[in-house]
């Protein structure tokens, strides 16, 4: 029987955790293929997002790419359009730098270091696809495994450090030693994630259906929404923009970001960051589209604003209408210059984010009204 007087062995947790998984885990298709390919392509996928929204865009990629090696030869900008609306759009170009790069050395490697040594992977991904795709006794700690093990052992205090990250690899990597020379190191990896996401939740954990909750720690002391513990939060950063939906003969410029940084890689209306959200303005516009594009406009009518939060920062931008003065469309040699520009027709618009979007939603708005600027 488990104890919850000290942090429970592997022998006492794992087969329970085994069990419980070969009942209640859900029928996923990488789970039903886990292929090295398949693997990759779903952990990157289910990272900072939920298995139902990243389903689809799963089915959909291994149907139009279903080889490591058809995804390497595909362009960044078709990955990037398959992508979009799924967010956190540095995976998809992890995602399509990894996948060439393993190609090159004849497939995804089978060990934590070599998988680590691909652009894009870090210790997370590396640990699943060694663990689930080739049975290596490999951690695998994301979010939901973090919560399930510092709520076991009720540690550790500061698990976003060097050290407690080390703590919850260790411990992961110790649970494999409680397994059967017949069972595979992928089950526990997944019985773990699994547990996390559906029965160890952040704030409504049900630990009458846990298969370890006589061995919890949290649990024993009444404390399971203590742990993890968590990092506090800072406020996010506040940003703004004045973008322009520059129009010419039905079609719009779209601007592409450099591959660094925010949203890199993805075409977006042109927008022209400044320090505040009352530099917004119709004026900030005219003077910074063309150290963006290389384009005067002449700017109409403000269209609306949209907010949008991401992960620790908010942007607020006023958007309106604008069209151009002339002139051929040549990005300046500025710091401030898109990575590359082009004009685009409804319904044929490049890989954009969902921010992206939201911006060209408004192109049919009706104009608001505004006091004159100074």
């Known amino acids: 029987m488990l104890s919850p007087c000290m942090p429970a062995l592997p022998s006492e947790l794992v087969p329970a955790l085994l069990d419980w998984y070969r009942t209640h885990a859900r029928d996923l298709p990488w789970r039903r293929d886990p292929s090295p390919y398949r693997v990759l392509l779903s952990e990157l996928m289910c990272q900072q997002t939920r298995v139902q929204t990243a389903l689809p865009y799963f089915e959909r990629f291994v149907a139009r790419w279903p080889t490591l090696e058809a995804l390497a030869a595909a362009s960044e900008d078709d990955v ?157 950063t506040l940003m703004a923009a004045a973008v322009g939906l520059i129009e010419d003969e039905g079609r719009i410029l779209f601007g592409r970001r450099s591959p660094e940084g925010l949203l890199g890689g993805l075409w977006e209306p042109v927008m022209v960051p400044v320090g505040a959200l009352a530099d917004a303005t119709a004026r900030s516009l005219a003077e910074g589209v063309p150290k963006r594009i290389g384009l005067e406009v002449t700017v109409g009518p403000r269209l609306g604003t949209i907010v949008h939060v991401f992960s620790h920062r908010k942007l607020t931008a006023h958007v309106f209408a604008a069209t151009p003065l002339g002139g051929r469309l040549s990005l300046p040699p500025s710091p401030e210059a898109y990575a590359d520009a082009r004009w685009a027709a409804p319904g044929h618009e490049p890989a954009m984010s969902t921010l992206a979007r939201k911006l060209l939603a408004l192109r049919n708005a009706p104009p608001l009204l505004l006091a004159a600027e100074p």
């Open 80 to 236: 990037l359009e398959a992508w979009a609306g799924l967010g956190y759009y540095r995976r998809a170009r992890s995602l399509h730098a990894a996948a060439r790069a393993a190609r090159d050395l004849g497939g995804l490697p089978p060990t934590e270091d070599a998988l680590r040594a691909l652009p894009g992977i870090g210790p997370y991904t590396a640990g699943a696809i060694a663990s689930i795709a080739f049975g290596l006794p490999a951690a695998a700690v994301d979010g939901n495994v973090e919560r399930v093990l510092s709520r076991l052992d009720r540690g550790p205090e500061s698990p976003w450090t060097a050290a407690g990250k080390r703590h919850l690899q260790q411990r992961a990597r110790s649970l494999h030693e409680g397994r059967g020379p017949t069972e595979h190191a992928g089950d526990l990896t997944q019985a773990l994630m699994e547990l996390g996401a559906r029965v160890c939740t952040p704030t409504s954990p049900t630990c009458g259906g846990c298969p370890v909750a006589a061995a919890c720690e949290a649990q024993a002391h009444g404390a399971q929404t203590v742990w993890p513990r968590t990092r506090p939060r800072k406020p996010p």
